[in-house]
């Protein structure tokens, strides 16, 4: 018996085949064990998983399949031909979740630090190409520390086959990226083409240029986290959509956020049995929105006693908290809904409310998802800092992405919806196929404090009791034009209906929309605003 690369070789024979048989049993134990206990325990220490009982813990159990598990890079040079582990520092394959297929892609932190070499990156770009061609969602364990310096160029070229393939799959299949680890330099790009990224507080850190970079070029000193931690990206940059403290936590929201998305954009999101009786009606819907347009309350809740048994993914939830993005079911099927926040700004539209909602448009067109949108809207946030900062620009992404969705679209108007935020916010004149209101509503360019300080401006400054003839316009502007069946009378609204009937109304009317069928123009693609 000889030996090789410190597995025994079993001479041919009679037992020659059974020989050969205990080899790969010996082999695939290798790859499996990895590097070894102490930089197993060395990763535990971080207070982070292996990438094998990552991927333990998001698929189903035992439905994982290993693909290259045997692969060894080929560089040479720098001590590299002396250390060729299997699996090259990162695990791909695919396997179940809730019983439908999803490909991975893990970074093994304790070979190479995760970095990715050319034969790390032909993996990855082998299970993308797979996951596309098979019509299933895609999710990237990410933990590894960027390019391969070793291997110089080949490196760099790994990441420009995965943006590409980044792009090719976008609208197609669900890609969600999962940072478990450190992420810098152009390696930050393939989860800010993704659909979702994940992140842990703590040990997970995404920027282009790392804290010693920042402090020599610009003289700022800040830690990894406070540049581009989890809490970071999660309420300032917004490139994070969802933060957890842990890695358990993490996962179990990855496979919850699969259940409500559909394999790929062929395919509508499964349906799951409903128990929260359709026509359930929401009374206690009289008592959280108040009738006073000043007054806020928390549209979370509203949105918390439309949808199946209370259950919402909020997405982006510490982004832009002046507009809710969030998936939910209704009648046990997948739906998208956009709705302004009256507790933070009021409710109003600006620059991060506006990007934050046309992507997730944007998604839930991509991936049949039906769009519902709640109305409380005062309008777009005045400024010049929003006026400067592109707020016309960025409120034109939100208005493209609607225009241009194809899903069933139903907007309810709850109070106000005032100006161009209430065209924007998927009026029926951009599109909506179904327009509600409560008899709480208020649709008017303005409100009426402002329009009758317009409209009769000479009269409130000639009048004897300037206020009390201003007090009086308003009444008059509200009794005109302000009054909740204005809209509907002139077919803008399709119905006023009773809040209570909210929940049974909107699934109908989802139900009848389900076949719903539009075709874009012919062309290459849009150019919507940047």
């Known amino acids: 018996m000889t030996v090789l690369n410190d597995i025994p070789q079993v001479a041919a024979g009679p037992s020659h085949a059974r020989g050969r048989v205990a080899e790969l049993h010996a082999v695939r134990a290798q790859a499996l064990a990895g590097p070894g206990e102490k930089a197993t325990s060395a990763q535990h220490a971080k207070g982070k998983l292996t990438a094998r009982e990552r991927i333990e813990l998001l698929l189903d159990a035992g439905s994982f399949q290993e693909v290259e598990q045997l692969r060894r890079h080929r560089a ?33 932190f304790r070979i ?46 790994g990441y420009g086959g995965i943006f590409q393939r980044n792009t090719r799959a976008s609208g197609v299949i669900p890609q969600i990226s999962v940072m478990l680890g450190p992420c810098a330099g152009g390696a930050a790009y393939s989860p800010a083409l993704s659909d979702f990224v994940f992140m842990v507080r703590e040990t997970s850190q995404m920027f282009i240029t790392g804290p010693d970079v920042v402090k ?14 989890a809490d970071v990206h999660a309420e300032t940059s917004g490139v994070c959509h969802f933060a957890y403290d842990d890695e358990e936590t993490c996962l179990a929201e990855v ?125 777009f946030l005045p400024g010049v800092g929003q006026e400067h900062g592109g707020i016309i620009r960025h409120g034109a992404k939100l208005l493209y992405a609607y225009c241009n969705a194809t899903v069933p679209r139903i907007s309810l108007i709850l109070r106000k919806a005032y100006g161009g935020a209430y065209i924007v916010m998927d009026s029926q004149s951009i599109g909506a196929d179904l327009t509600y209101a409560w008899p709480t509503n208020e ?56 809040p209570a009937e909210t929940r049974e109304i909107l699934i109908r009317s989802l139900a009848m929309l389900r076949t719903k069928h539009a075709d874009l123009p012919s062309r290459k693609h849009g150019n919507p605003p940047q």
């Not at 297929?101 to 093994?108: C, E, I, K, Q």
């Not at 020599?216 to 931690?229: D, P």
């Open 76 to 108: 040479t040079g720098f001590g590299l031909e002396a250390k060729k582990p299997h699996t090259d520092g990162v695990i791909t394959g695919w396997g179940t979740v809730e019983g439908r297929t999803v490909f991975v892609y893990a970074h093994d």
């Open 112 to 157: 190479f630090g995760g970095a990715l070499g050319e034969a790390h990156a032909t993996k990855i770009h082998k299970i993308m190409d797979m996951a596309i061609a098979a019509g299933a969602p895609l999710v990237s364990l990410n933990d590894g520390a960027g390019a391969r310096i070793q291997e110089g160029v080949s490196a760099l070229a």
């Open 216 to 229: 020599a070029v610009t003289g700022e000193e800040i830690t990894h986290n406070g540049l581009g931690g």
């Open 255 to 379: 496979r919850y956020l699969l259940s409500l998305l559909p394999q790929n954009n062929r395919e509508f999101p499964p349906r799951l049995p409903c128990t929260d009786p359709p026509a359930r009606r929401g009374e206690v819907l009289l008592d959280l929105v108040p009738a006073d347009g000043n007054r806020p309350y928390d549209m979370a809740r509203v949105i918390e006693e439309i949808v199946d048994d209370g259950e919402v993914l909020e997405v982006h939830e510490r982004w832009a908290r002046n507009i809710i993005c969030a998936l939910g079911r209704l009648d046990g099927r997948a739906v998208g809904i956009v709705a302004n926040q009256p507790q933070t700004l009021a409710g109003v539209l600006d620059i991060g409310a506006s990007e934050k909602a046309a992507r997730f448009v944007q998604m839930c067109d991509a991936f049949n998802i039906p769009l519902i949108t709640l109305l409380d809207v005062p309008g």
């Open 443 to 498: 649709i008017a360019v303005m409100g009426a404090e402002g329009a009758a300080n317009v409209i009769f401006r000479r009269q409130i400054a000639e009048a004897d009791d300037p206020e009390a003839m201003r007090a009086r316009m308003v009444k008059e502007y509200k009794s005109e034009l302000m009054h909740p069946y204005y809209a509907a009378e002139r077919g803008l609204v399709d119905d006023v209906i009773d």
